[in-house]
């Protein structure tokens, strides 16, 4: 009889460089894929590709046009120009904004954090929400307060993201005047800092919970199923028949096998999350890069668009990330089969 | 007398819920368990024994609940005691230990901490973690099992099946139970594993003088470890007594049957049966190992799975490939069809070079080789007819619909079938009579070989001894040589000329039947043998006439 | 046939087909029921609700709302569902293709499925439409472009499923060529869950494209409900009606979507039952 030798620590020690370096390549590649694929699109616009760059706006004069030929090489052959694009990418030259008058790159950063605080809100608030109505779902299956649950469900899965914000305005801005209706901060106050985190908050809280609605019914419902199914298994009735009352049966040995899955979904739908926003950002006039997108896409400002794309492609490989990183903290399966 | 009595399970009844093919999963049961002894609760699937074990403790499904009749556990009824009265009871005084340890653990929960907690659950007064931590380390190392400390900090997964069947016991033992319920727990496991955990459980029960109530559905196992057996069918007693009586001196028909089914005790033929010539199916030197990528950094893993393997099977001669799990017989029986390829080696098949062949040569090969798979559930395509399953062979051959149809009724009836069956769907069969359309559909195509893997492992004991005998009797009339796939020594006795045993990808010995019984050659098939459930009790191949000789 | 007679007794399934048959009625109505172009300024402005002649109101430049809603329907009909036909083609031969040959072909198309995942989808969808012009085709083939990946990865799945089983090996073994065993054997039985996830991406294809339009990026010609809503976001305060009755237009349809998916997935996979062991 052979016992598995093994050295807990260490074995997933090399799963989470193994992991980091799996995740590093996984950045670079879809780096370099939507770097090329927004080469393509510049040049698959009808149109000069040097108007395109210039922003379409029609009034470019020639001198501006032939010093971005020059400088986008768009006179060379394609593989050329290609390498130029992906050398300038990597070095952080992701263009110019011509409507805007600054570099697409400062931008950017410039919108990022709104962004990140409004999509990372909303993801975490989506999760950790949805986790804990879907678990109580599951274990009280088949009660009202279950079909209840499936109603309010399916009502919010079913709704327009930008609709959902839109009626959250109307009730609680217009009609009942608790919270703004737009913007980040109000403006032309001053305020000591948490005063500011909480004005910060209470702007924050519409547009986070019209993003993260639509994937909290996802999640929930998800998690309902998989409660379900976790309780029918072998081991619970093990858990049983080890004298367990309930409640510590659902804490210890259903919630952390039933979540797996629904991390799992939380970060393939992290794409989507991050597409809702631009529509959120929009409704509320936050300033991130969706509302840039929107701004963008008005004035035909290509650069701009193609950097946003770019940004908030990073920004779901960093949730991608966190979902993994989740998921290994649960089961153990993953980092110790690799270290084996 | 009484203070002996453990379990008194009293004209138990359990309904299921409404709807189902029958109204009682267990109709007036009566049993006792005693202090210090083991009762073999014994019957196929759909006899209520596991039922009966789950009512004990409560633990039945939602649906499902006691009708009528008491159960009496140290003197109370139990079948009418308030929740608080049967968590005290569970994992305390009465423990329950199941049938498939991978799943029976959590399984991403160290096991050490699911023993603690199973301790954690009953002990009074209060322990301190520490004290619970010394504690497990003693039940896994009471359970037999070395370096109980990096053990208790492994996640079952890393486990093997035996090891893991073992922590359930050190669960099941934490709290020094008075009776124990084991739901067929060595059902899953392989032969010599299962003879460890019998072993373990026969040596616990008496260094604690434990009542032990054991369901299985193997008369090999009651005959090694039971003291008192009670015979169930279809929700009913039938038989009970000492296991002498029982196994001597049946009374009930069914129990009659079910001692005879049991594989390698109906005395086989010593008549030659004449094989002789060229190998029909000669291979030599297969290697196959799995790889599987393990993505971009880490190196992918690889698995042996043959390792140098040759074979040889003669006209009508019928070859068992017997070994556990990991022996490489399934990939050796896929290799035979072509199934997987092996990494080298070669397959002369009918004079030809069976591995060479490709395409539409292949395909107008294979059907000399035809399988039977281990589960008729997955092995039939639930939306299509089985009439039209058995036909589309020939039917790929050129043979015309009519004539096809009309040869797979006529199959249908030769394995046992009415002549309707052949327009129904699967689902409307049972097990057996699913692996019988199997037959049937492998036959369809006049093989000249017959590859069986696994095909009576998944069926009850007595189906199992039907099919057998239907494919003693195909065999002859269709002239077919068969390569028996099997972990179950037994039923390679009953049927096989010449056995192969097999271990970690290799072949370890081989022979005709009767020497690998009489005078094995490799430790690892003595120690097979040995393992084999009952051997004492019941013979081996080419015994005396009488199967019921106890060798004491 | 049993699956019919079996949905037709799934409650929330008919509850479904019944709102989803009043959209379609609707839809196919609408040249009757709104004989003038939605377009058309009939009425005054900022009507309310239950106006003579505007059941549902009026907008700003005075157009109808229940005529916008009714051709409406017929833009997120077509729409839905013709990028869901092109999503579902695309994603299922992907998905076949690497679930059946599996090895390099396999990892290459996940890959492939694996970034078009990770990129946000709208705003790749947004790029095609900007990029390419807002029309209906092209606003058709963005989100059918977005759209494909769930599918292929279900399909890779079940063929993965699939090839592995008995019953597929065992034709195989019968001599069947692989063409016939793919046709008869892996396609009907991984049917049923291509089935409802392509009826549910009907669905997310209707939200894409009403988000498209409610962001101005839709074809300028059609009334859409997005439109609509987007429209008349910066009068909200004065005239609720002009973004409410759209957006619970749009809300009925995907809910009735959804329940038709949901009970064309109970009736196609019965769960296996939780079969109580009477062992």
Redesign the interface.
């Known amino acids: 009889m052979s016992i598995i030798a093994l050295d807990a620590k260490g074995g997933r020690g090399v799963a989470v460089v193994l992991a980091i370096a799996g995740w590093l390549a996984k950045f670079v590649a879809v780096v370099l894929v939507i770097a090329t694929f927004n080469f393509v699109l510049v040049h698959a616009a009808p149109g000069d590709p040097a108007q395109v760059i210039a922003g379409q706006s029609g009034s470019a004069d020639a001198k501006l046009l032939s010093q971005l030929r020059a400088e986008y090489g768009l006179d060379k052959p394609y593989p050329v120009q290609l390498a130029t694009y992906l050398k300038r990418i990597l070095t952080l030259d992701l263009g110019f904004s011509y409507r805007q008058q600054r570099p697409v790159l400062s931008l950017l950063l410039e919108r990022l954090p709104a962004t990140l605080l409004l999509t990372g809100t909303a993801f975490l608030l989506a999760l950790l929400v949805g986790v804990v109505l879907g678990t109580l779902a599951g274990v009280r299956a088949g009660t009202w307060s279950d079909t209840l649950f499936t109603v309010l469900s399916l009502l919010l899965y079913a709704m327009p993201v930008f609709w959902l914000g839109l009626m959250l305005v109307l009730l609680f801005s217009v009609k009942l005047e608790w919270l703004p209706a737009f913007g980040y901060v109000t403006i032309g106050v001053e305020m000591t800092p948490l005063q500011h985190i909480r004005d910060i908050a209470s702007h924050l809280l519409l547009p986070a919970v019209s993003l993260a609605a639509v994937y909290l019914a996802i999640y929930a419902r998800l998690m309902r199923s998989s409660v379900i199914e976790v309780t029918h298994q072998d081991f619970i009735k093990t858990a049983r028949a080890k004298g367990l009352k309930q409640p510590r049966i659902i804490a210890r040995h259903i919630l952390r096998n039933a979540i797996l899955p629904v991390v799992t979904v939380a970060g393939m739908q992290a794409g989507a999350l991050v597409g809702g926003a631009v529509v959120i950002e929009t409704v509320f006039a936050w300033p991130g890069l969706g509302r840039l997108t929107y701004d963008a896409v008005l004035q035909r400002d290509y650069p701009v668009m193609l950097g946003v794309f770019l940004a908030m492609s990073i920004i779901v490989i960093v949730l991608n990330l966190v979902t993994d990183a989740i998921y290994r903290l649960i089961d153990p399966r993953v980092s110790l089969r690799a270290a084996s | 007398m009484s203070e002996d009595l453990l379990l008194s399970v009293e004209n138990l009844s359990v309904a ?2 409404p709807g ?1 093919d ?1 109204g009682f ?1 267990v109709e007036e049961v009566s049993l006792t368990v005693r202090r210090n002894e083991i009762v073999c609760l014994v ?9 009966t074990a789950h009512a004990v ?1 409560r ?1 039945l ?1 939602p ?2 609940a006691v009708a009528s009749g008491a159960i009496r556990f140290a003197g109370a009824d139990i079948a009418a005691a308030p929740e608080d009265t049967m ?6 005084a009465i ?2 230990i ?1 049938q ?1 340890p991978l ?7 160290r096991v050490g901490d699911q023993i603690a ?2 301790i954690l ?2 002990a009074r007064p209060r322990t301190s973690r520490a004290e619970r931590a010394t504690r497990v380390l003693e039940l896994i190392a009471a359970v037999g099992l ?2 109980p400390s ?2 208790a ?3 079952p ?4 099946g ?2 893991r069947q073992r922590i ?1 016991i050190a ?1 099941a033992m934490a709290n020094n139970p008075a009776l124990l319920l084991a739901d067929e727990p060595t059902t899953a496991l392989d032969v010599t594993t299962q003879k460890q955990i019998l072993t373990l459980i026969r040596q616990l029960q008496a260094e604690r003088g434990m009542g032990v109530l054991f369901i299985t559905h193997d008369f090999g196992v009651v005959a090694d470890i039971a003291d008192r057996v009670v015979v169930m069918r279809n ?1 009913r007693v039938v038989e009970q007594g000492t296991v002498d009586e029982v196994l001597r001196a049946p009374k009930d028909a069914y129990t009659k049957a079910l001692i005879a089914a049991v594989p390698g005790t109906r005395p086989a033929s010593t008549a030659s049966r004449g094989i002789t010539g060229e190998p029909l199916l000669s291979a030599q030197g297969l290697n196959k190992t799995f790889v599987t990528r ?5 190196p992918p893993r690889r698995v042996q799975a043959l390792r140098d393997v040759a074979l040889s099977l003669r006209p009508r001669e019928t070859v068992a490939v017997v070994g556990e799990s990991g022996s490489g017989k399934s990939t050796l029986g896929r290799i035979i ?1 072509r ?1 997987i390829e092996p990494d080298n080696g070669t397959v002369d098949f009918d004079g030809v070079n069976f591995l060479g062949l490709r395409g539409a040569q292949l ?2 090969a ?2 000399k080789v ?2 039977v ?3 008729p559930f ?7 007819k089985v009439g039209e399953a058995i036909a ?2 020939p039917m ?2 050129g043979v015309p619909a009519s004539e096809a149809m009309a040869d797979a009724k006529r199959l249908l009836a030769r394995v046992g079938l009415k002549d309707s069956a052949a327009g129904r769907y699967p689902h409307e069969f049972s097990g057996g009579q699913r692996q019988r359309i ?1 037959i049937a ?1 492998a036959l369809a ?1 006049k093989p000249m070989v017959l590859v069986a893997d696994e095909a009576v492992s998944a069926l009850d004991v007595s189906v199992q001894a039907h099919i057998l005998a239907l494919l003693a009797e195909l065999r002859e009339e269709m002239n077919l040589a068969m390569l028996f796939i099997t972990h179950d020594l037994r039923v390679a006795a009953e049927i096989a000329d010449r056995i192969v045993v097999m271990r970690y990808g290799e072949i370890v010995e081989h022979g005709e039947t009767q020497s690998v019984f009489r005078s094995p050659r490799h430790a690892y098939t003595s120690a097979l043998l040995d393992a084999i459930p009952g051997r004492r009790l019941f013979a081996g191949p080419g015994a005396a006439a009488s199967a019921n000789v106890m060798i004491a | 046939m049993d699956t019919l007679k079996a949905f037709l007794r799934h409650p929330t399934g008919m509850i479904g087909l019944v709102i989803l048959v009043a959209v379609v009625a609707l839809a196919a109505t609408a040249p009757a029921l709104f004989p003038d172009d939605p377009w058309d300024m009939i009425g005054a402005p900022f009507q309310p609700p239950l106006s003579e002649g505007l059941w549902l109101g009026s907008d700003m430049l005075g157009r109808d709302v229940a005529a916008g809603i009714a051709y409406g329907a017929r833009v997120s009909l077509l729409i839905g569902v013709a990028s869901t036909l092109a999503a579902v083609f695309v994603g299922v031969v992907i998905g076949a293709i690497a679930g059946y040959f599996g090895g390099r072909v396999d990892e290459v198309m996940m890959r492939v499925t694996e970034l078009f995942q990770t990129i946000p989808g709208f705003i790749l969808a947004i790029l095609l439409v900007t990029t390419l012009g807002p029309t209906l085709t092209n606003v058709i083939v963005a989100i059918g472009a977005v759209s494909w990946p769930p599918l292929a990865r279900l399909t890779r799945a079940e063929f993965l499923r699939l090839r592995g089983r008995e019953f597929v090996q065992a034709a195989v073994c019968q001599g069947q060529p692989p063409f016939a065993v793919v046709l008869r054997h892996i396609l009907p039985n991984a049917i049923s869950p291509i089935i409802v996830t392509g009826s549910l991406t009907i669905a997310t294809a209707i939200l894409i494209e009403s988000a498209l339009s409610f962001m101005g990026l839709g074809d300028p010609n059609l009334m859409s409900w997005g439109f609509m809503i987007g429209a008349s976001r910066t009068v909200m305060r004065q005239a609720w009606w002009m973004s409410v009755f759209p957006g619970i237009a749009i809300l009925l349809t995907v809910l009735a979507i959804n329940l038709v998916g949901e009970g064309l997935n109970d009736t196609l996979n019965p769960r296996i039952a939780r079969r109580v062991r009477t062992a």
């Open positions: 299921l819920p189902g029958r999963a019957g196929e699937s759909g006899s209520g024994k596991s039922i403790l633990l499904p649906n499902v968590r005290s009871l569970r994992g305390g423990s329950m199941f498939e799943s029976a653990l959590n399984p991403l929960a907690e199973a659950m009953h070395p370096d990096t053990l900090r492994s996640y997964f890393q486990l093997s035996g090891q359930m669960m929700g393990q993505g971009l950094f880490r069809m199934l395909r107008a294979r059907r035809q399988i798979f281990q589960d997955a092995a039939l395509d639930p939306r299509q589309r062979g790929a051959y199997c559909r195509l």
